[in-house]
């Protein structure tokens, strides 16, 4: 009797084994599958929340315009310049017409100040977008005490670099651009618009790896 009870004990003890084996391949399997999903979902938002922001930036960089007698103008910091803003990155701030979703029933001509810059806090990092109404008569398009409101939160990085058109594609010395500067003097006139502006967004911290930089290249009329 006594061997019959310990066969049974061994055979109790090899079943939980077993059984404990099973259960640790199947946890884990469940949480690398839940990881990946995890790594999965985070670089879905991130794209989503990076695409929203370029589209925005999109729509309204590239109708940007140059009016010097009116005090219309097109400037840009990097960021290891003191921009307008003092945000934690580059920062560009011009003057378009104003997109239908803000102008409701205005006029499509009627023009509006729009900016972009990185805001750094106690909160984490976010992409700002400031925009205000036209100007007063007589009044020179200034940037500064527009209202603002975030775009994109978790943007870690943000980056303009100004592309000029003059006998071949370059990018303006330090991502930087003054619409009454000339940074090519060999037309001896300002150089008013940049042809083209190239936008990079970083989202995620990157501090585990999770950072995820996204870019778009914005055409503008400059005829």
Same mark, same amino acid.
């Not at 972009?116 to 109404?133: A, H, I, N, T, V």
């Given at each position: /009797?006594?061997?019959? @009870? +310990? #066969?049974?004990?061994?055979?109790?003890? /090899?079943?939980?084994?077993?059984?404990?084996?099973?259960?640790?391949?199947?946890?884990?399997?469940?949480?690398?599958?839940?990881?990946?999903?995890?790594?999965?979902?985070?670089? $879905?938002?991130?794209?989503?929340?990076?695409?929203?922001? #370029?589209? &925005?930036?999109?729509r309204e960089l590239g109708g940007?315009?140059?009016?010097?007698? $009116?005090?219309?103008?097109? &400037?840009?910091?990097?960021?290891?310049? @003191?921009?307008?803003?003092?945000?934690?990155?580059?920062?560009?701030?011009?003057?378009?017409?104003?997109? /239908?979703? #803000?102008?409701?029933? =205005?006029?499509?001509?009627? #023009?509006? $100040?729009?900016?972009?810059?990185? =805001?750094?806090?106690?909160?984490?990092?976010?992409?700002? $977008?400031?925009?205000q109404g036209p100007a007063l008569? +007589?009044?020179?398009?200034?940037?500064?005490?527009?209202?603002?409101?975030?775009?994109?939160?978790?943007?870690? %990085?943000?980056?303009?670099?100004?592309?000029?058109? %003059?006998?071949?594609?370059?990018?303006?010395?330090?991502?930087?651009?003054?619409?009454?500067?000339?940074?090519?003097?060999? %037309?001896?006139?300002?150089?008013?618009?940049?042809?083209?502006?190239?936008?990079? /967004?970083? &989202? +995620?911290?990157? =501090?585990?790896?999770?950072?995820?930089?996204?870019?778009?290249? &914005?055409?503008?009329?400059? +005829?």
């Amino acid at each position: /009797m006594s061997e019959g @009870k +310990g #066969l049974t004990l061994i055979e109790l003890l /090899m079943a939980l084994a077993a059984g404990a084996l099973l259960l640790g391949a199947v946890y884990s399997i469940s949480s690398e599958t839940s990881r990946a999903w995890r790594v999965s979902e985070a670089a $879905r938002l991130r794209a989503r929340s990076a695409r929203v922001g #370029l589209e &925005v930036i999109s729509r309204e960089l590239g109708g940007a315009l140059v009016r010097p007698e $009116r005090g219309i103008r097109f &400037v840009g910091f990097d960021r290891d310049e @003191k921009g307008l803003k003092n945000g934690c990155a580059d920062e560009v701030f011009f003057v378009a017409p104003v997109p /239908m979703d #803000l102008a409701q029933h =205005k006029a499509a001509t009627e #023009l509006y $100040r729009f900016g972009y810059w990185l =805001k750094c806090d106690e909160l984490g990092s976010r992409l700002e $977008r400031s925009y205000q109404g036209p100007a007063l008569e +007589g009044e020179e398009y200034g940037f500064e005490g527009t209202s603002s409101q975030p775009v994109v939160s978790g943007v870690s %990085d943000l980056r303009f670099r100004y592309v000029y058109e %003059d006998g071949g594609w370059q990018e303006t010395p330090g991502g930087s651009w003054d619409s009454r500067a000339d940074w090519y003097p060999q %037309d001896g006139e300002p150089d008013g618009l940049p042809a083209a502006v190239r936008v990079r /967004m970083t &989202v +995620g911290d990157g =501090k585990d790896g999770t950072g995820e930089s996204f870019s778009i290249i &914005v055409a503008i009329r400059t +005829g």
